[in-house]
């Protein structure tokens, strides 16, 4: 087995380590950084918040994971018994949850604003891969060009119907995945729970980071953009506020040991994007940056900022192991 995961998403979290203090004043008592680290759809998650009293806290922070199970029950491509995966099984869904709806709806808009250059439908082809490199014999030049060819035409955003709360694929053989959109999504949802507890400053990152507020001492979140060749380390950095950055490179997963074959798909010809090449795209929500990231990865350089404003997003930035290669403002 030649499949590399090192992180789903590019971004690492700047907090104690790169100086961010343990204790703040706040009013009159201190308010202590109390934190919780896991994993959301198989991504590195966190949660970040200031509050003088630690247990009430805690009780929050359980209250978001209670959220963030009850989503992955619906978003999970891995559980056998998510609502996705049922969806893919049968090839539809009656009674479908809520937060599909919305999130698929949210998505299909995506890939038609992006010419299908972002396809939730991609699936088939992904799974290809997998098995490919995950099988006994590889072959080191990847999947057949028939097997890919077969594959990459059960893709097609247009072929999601949606008809209240039924989804249904009208093409068999078709499969949907979330991973790119539901950590953003669940992000919102969570960081919607925490401020619903009272917490206005805090930072949660359920695979794509979002900050709320400043800092109790009014400063901003600094959020590190990481290398493709070493994500443990940063090429730039940004101050957030009120922000999400959500970031796409195709080192975040490698099917093959020479990084010839990452994880991102284009929807459109079934070739994987450069291990080497990164974006991160900030918006004002989760759910606008996830998903935006991988479209403007895949889209073509003169789409770009006009993808960009018509999606939501306000900045991009491209970045290679030498640094930011470019920037994009909405």
């Known amino acids: 087995m030649t499949v590399t995961v090192t992180r789903r ?23 202590r950084l109390v934190r919780w680290e896991g994993t959301t759809l198989g991504a590195p998650s966190t949660i970040q918040l200031y509050h003088h009293d630690e247990a009430k806290a805690r009780a929050a922070i359980d209250a978001g994971l209670a959220e963030l199970a009850r989503l992955e029950a619906i978003f999970s491509v891995y559980r056998a018994d998510s609502a996705i995966s049922a969806l893919n099984r049968d090839g539809s869904l009656d009674a479908a949850p809520t937060e599909l709806i919305e999130l698929l709806g949210h998505k299909l808009d995506l890939a038609r604003l992006s010419d299908g250059a972002y396809d939730p439908t991609i699936q088939p ?13 590889i072959d080191p030049a990847g999947p ?3 097997d890919l060819d077969a594959a990459v035409k059960l893709v097609g955003w247009r072929n ?23 950590q953003g999504f669940i992000t919102d949802r969570v960081a919607a729970v925490l401020r619903s507890h009272g917490f206005d400053r805090m930072l949660v990152d359920m695979g794509e980071p979002r900050a709320l507020s400043t800092k109790p001492d009014g400063s901003a979140w600094r959020i590190g953009i990481a290398n493709p060749a070493d994500p443990t380390r ?3 950095e940004l101050d ?13 997963t490698l099917f093959d040991e020479a990084g010839r074959f990452s994880h991102l798909i284009d ?10 090449l990164g974006v991160s795209v ?9 998903g935006l990231s991988t479209a403007m990865l895949l889209a073509a350089p003169d789409r770009r900022q006009s993808l960009l404003r018509a999606a939501g997003g306000l900045k991009a930035l491209y970045v290679t192991p030498e640094g930011v290669v470019s920037t994009i403002d909405a």
């Open 160 to 182: 999601v119907a949606i008809d209240g709360a039924r989804i249904a694929f009208t093409k068999p053989g078709m499969g949907l995945t979330l991973n790119s959109g539901a």
């Open 9 to 31: 998403r590019a971004i690492t979290v700047l907090a104690a380590a790169a100086g961010l203090p343990l204790l703040l004043k706040a009013g009159n008592a201190q308010a």
């Open 267 to 276: 929807p459109r010809t079934g070739r994987t994007v450069p291990a080497m």
């Open 234 to 236: 940063s090429v730039a």
């Open 240 to 252: 957030v506020v009120d922000k999400c950055i959500s970031t796409s490179g195709g080192y975040g």
């Open 125 to 137: 082809v992904w799974q290809l891969y997998f098995r490919h490199f995950t099988a006994a014999t």
């Open 144 to 146: 057949s060009q028939r």
């Open 282 to 290: 900030v918006a004002e929500t989760a759910t606008t940056a996830d």
